[in-house]
């Protein structure tokens, strides 16, 4: 099974601030891979996919990058509507896995 | 408008039975992979199962091989899971969600239900 493995677990920042998460898998996924964000009570929300396609309607301060087993999302100026909880996801292969989760708080 | 609806959840026993149920509208089902995502309480998002357009392929993660069965039926536009043996730690929201696929190739899940809780506790 491919791992996927999210850095860091927590990240506390402030409106403005650029941030960027990193997801690695333990074997390539080429450029299969899907950020979602998650805000609490709700379901999951596709903004990246293809590694560094911006889904529809997702606002152009998100960005993704990187193929094989690195990557990363950067939001580049923070808005308050961004606090959320950030999952990396493979669709290269099956087993289809997520990584751990990334919880964005406000600093 | 693209929807998919989760029903079916609840107070269940151990052991006990589940049929989850995932109705669909708004897009073609049939050309669209479908998948059952699950949340524990207070945890990250696990891949449980995921059936073809076409009903002919399943896939099944380790931890429900053997005990959950995904189905569908293209001609309600509705997609199930069941299982008779319920556990404790399958206790978590249950998503739905499709994806597109196109000759060998799937893509990303673009679309998600909003979930249904399962709660297994005796």
């Known amino acids: 099974d491919i791992q996927m493995t999210q850095s860091p677990s927590t990240l506390s920042a402030s409106v403005g601030d650029r941030v960027t998460i990193t997801c690695r898998a333990s074997?390539?996924?080429?450029?299969?891979l899907a950020w979602n964000q998650q805000k609490p009570g709700k379901a999951p929300k596709v903004l990246i996919y293809?590694?560094?396609t911006l889904e529809s309607g997702v606002p152009s301060r998100f960005s993704g990058s990187g193929s094989g087993t690195e990557f990363t999302l950067t939001i580049s100026s923070l808005q308050p509507d961004d606090f959320a909880t950030y999952y990396c996801q493979q669709y290269n292969t099956y087993p289809l896995t997520f990584g751990q989760g990334t919880r964005l708080d406000i600093k | 408008e693209v929807q998919l609806v989760e029903s079916g959840g609840g107070l269940l026993q151990p052991g006990g039975s589940l049929r989850l149920s995932c109705e669909a509208s708004g897009f073609t089902f049939s050309s669209y992979e479908m998948t059952w995502v699950r949340q524990a309480p207070g945890k990250g998002l696990e891949w449980v199962s995921t059936i073809t357009g076409s009903g002919d392929k399943s896939y099944y993660a380790d931890s429900v091989k053997g005990r959950f069965t995904i189905s569908r039926d293209n001609s309600k536009s509705s997609l199930f899971l069941e299982s008779n043996s319920l556990r404790a730690d399958d206790t978590a929201i249950y998503y739905c969600?499709?994806?597109?696929?196109?000759?060998?190739?799937?893509?990303?899940?673009?679309?998600w239900g909003q979930g249904t809780l399962v709660t297994v506790s005796s």
């Open positions: 969600a499709r994806r597109y696929c196109s000759g060998i190739n799937c893509y990303h899940f673009d679309f």
């Open positions: 074997q390539s996924v080429k450029s299969w």
């Open positions: 293809k590694a560094s």
